[in-house]
């Protein structure tokens, strides 16, 4: 046990993703880009609804200063027999938590940051019962799918004590 914390140290210093050593413990931090590599793996993502075809891809994390979330934004497409495809924008927003079990990030409370169609702002338009029906289905999106891993082969997921953003960094803590 102690000789593969020692390993994941000297991993992780060698990545250069050390953020701080201190009091509560190792933490490293994982950039907007490697979020993005993970989610490109999981994408695209397809699902046949009774009104038409509703594609997500091309996605994309964001870490902005000065909030304590993970965006998440995709090209989403929309496309049945009545019109011609659509294409648009969406970006979402949540909170990371990390799952011990499957070594995994997931999202969580989700906000609908950003939906845009053709050129149109559709985001403002989601309000009552409209929200009150998607936001449950993205939720659900964000608890089965992972925006980040660690490598499942290894011992890491067992000393992660703390997940974070701040600074528009996400920030992992490693304990004992």
Do not use: W
Request: hydrophobic share 40%; aromatic share 8%; net charge positive.
């Amino acid at each position: 046990m102690k000789k593969n914390l020692i390993l994941l140290l000297i991993t992780l210093f060698l990545s250069g993703c050390v953020h701080s050593i201190n009091q509560q413990g190792l933490t490293i931090r994982v950039p907007a880009s490697q979020i993005t590599q993970s989610l490109e793996q999981q994408f695209p993502v397809s699902q046949n609804f009774q009104y038409g075809k509703v594609t997500l891809q091309n996605p994309k994390a964001l870490l902005q200063a000065g909030s304590d979330r993970v965006q998440a934004g995709t090209t989403i497409g929309f496309s049945n027999t009545l019109i011609p495809a659509q294409t648009g924008s969406l970006m979402i927003s949540g909170k990371p938590i990390f799952d011990a079990k499957t070594g995994a990030v997931y999202l969580t409370q989700p906000n609908i940051d950003k939906l845009e169609f053709n050129g149109y702002k559709l985001a403002s338009f989601m309000q009552g019962p409209l929200k009150d029906a998607i936001i449950p289905l993205i939720n659900e999106v964000f608890r089965t799918r992972p925006i980040y891993r660690l490598d499942q082969n290894s011992l890491q997921s067992a000393f992660v004590k703390n997940i974070r953003v701040v600074n528009g960094e996400l920030l992992l803590t490693f304990g004992l």
